[in-house]
């Protein structure tokens, strides 16, 4: 499996264990998100400041940056995404400014520079020693929960966004006429078949 397919398939999931949210409360952050996308003009983000904004912005595209498949996570319209659940659930807001605060303090023990002047060299290397909850030293433990529940988010809001719907290949929002089965070559690659 693919780290975007991975990441699609736990992104409502978590997006609803995290917040509690029902899934027409998912649905609304989405849609709002997708609208603000569309309108075209410039977003003025609500909860984060403009470093932080900033910040949010590049971190996301590092989660899901762009390529041949699809947008990345600021082409579909994530931090919006991210400042409507800040604003409309308080409670993961202390988690995230926290978090983006974290970032760039400990890039400034690594660097003397904040997250968002920091080489991309500099930004992978700290990603790395938190994405993998395993292998992170126990002193960066901060920064792995942070990183948790902002990768968390970044793949709710791409996967809820028109471009992580069309990456996902789903099709459960198109009108069937008639059912013929599932086709054979998904079948073969699942080893099953049909009874006759």
């Known amino acids: 499996m693919k780290r975007r397919e991975a990441v699609g398939a736990i992104a409502a999931a978590a997006l609803t264990a995290a917040f509690r949210w029902t899934p027409e409360e998912a649905r609304k952050a989405a849609q ?26 590049v971190l996301a595209d590092l989660i899901i940056p762009r390529d041949e498949r699809s947008g990345s996570a600021t082409e579909a319209g994530v931090p919006e995404f991210m400042d409507f659940v800040m604003n409309d659930r308080p409670d993961g807001q202390v988690e995230m400014r926290g978090g983006l605060a974290w970032l760039d303090t400990e890039c400034r023990e690594r660097s003397g520079k904040a997250f968002l002047d920091s080489t991309e060299a500099g930004r992978t290397a700290l990603l790395d020693d938190i994405a993998w ?3 992170a030293k126990p002193e960066l433990s901060q920064g792995v929960a942070f990183f948790n529940f902002f990768r ?25 006429r008639e059912w013929t089965g599932c086709p054979p070559q998904a079948l073969q690659k699942l080893g099953v078949h049909y009874e006759d």
């Open 32 to 57: 709002w998100a997708r609208d603000a996308v569309a309108s075209q003009t410039p977003y003025q983000a609500q909860f984060f400041t403009p470093h932080e904004w900033q910040t949010v912005r």
């Open 152 to 176: 968390d988010l970044t793949a709710s809001g791409f996967y809820s966004s028109k471009i992580g719907i069309a990456d996902l290949d789903y099709r459960g929002n198109e009108f069937v």
């Open 133 to 135: 909850p395993k292998k």
